[in-house]
């Protein structure tokens, strides 16, 4: 595999600007606390967890924002390599393999795809095409996957704000062993008032 593939991905501030490591983060901030992740509250945020069916497992927080959604992933990596490169490698294969169309590009948080993907809303839907930018942020031993739909695919002030929030989140690792790429435990926020 190439070093390029494993080197880290993440913008020259990340440590100032997030995402952030949980020994980073701001410790008297009100963060809503879903284990792995950390979420800022703010004004017209929702936010959705994503269960998988079988295992009742949460696999990802869904973030409705700015008339967009954000879909977020923490995943355990290796203290020295990276796996956005490798990550973004495979996103491609898979787009493409669903008869979508996928470029890489450098964004504001680095490089990311642009992704056109295939989509049909049921047995009598046309098909259809959605838009999707993956991101990626390398991170110390976590790595952090978003997937960004809706306005912010193309509208500047709502990719703003989204990147914007997606800089606000908090990984939290854990001292836990894990292997690379195994996703870091998400949990339901406790209710409010109770610790």
């Known amino acids: 595999m ?8 993440a913008p020259d501030d990340r440590a100032g600007t997030g995402p952030f490591d949980e020994s980073e983060a701001n410790p008297v901030r009100p963060y809503i606390d879903l284990g792995g992740i950390k979420v800022l509250p703010r004004e017209g945020l929702n936010l959705r967890l994503e269960v998988e069916e079988q295992t009742g497992r949460i696999v990802a927080v869904g973030l409705d924002y700015a008339d967009s959604t954000l879909q977020v992933q923490p995943f355990a990596a290796p203290r020295t390599t990276g796996l956005w490169g490798e990550t973004r490698e495979q996103i491609r ?25 295939p989509v049909a809303a049921g047995p009598d839907a046309k098909p259809g095409k959605r838009l999707a930018r993956f991101v990626g942020i390398d991170g110390p031993r976590w790595f952090l996957r978003g997937v960004i739909g809706g306005a912010a695919t193309g509208d500047v002030e709502a990719a703003a704000k989204v990147e914007d929030l997606f800089r606000s989140l908090v990984v939290v690792r854990g001292g836990t062993p894990m292997p690379p790429r195994d996703l870091i435990p998400l949990k339901m926020p406790a209710a409010p008032g109770t610790a």
Request: glycine letters at 12%; charged letters at 35%; a negative charge.
């Open 2 to 9: 190439s070093d390029e593939l494993q080197s880290k991905s």
């Open 93 to 117: 294969q898979q787009i493409r393999q669903q008869g979508g169309r996928v470029e890489e590009r450098e964004g504001p948080l680095g490089p990311e795809l642009l992704a056109e993907v």
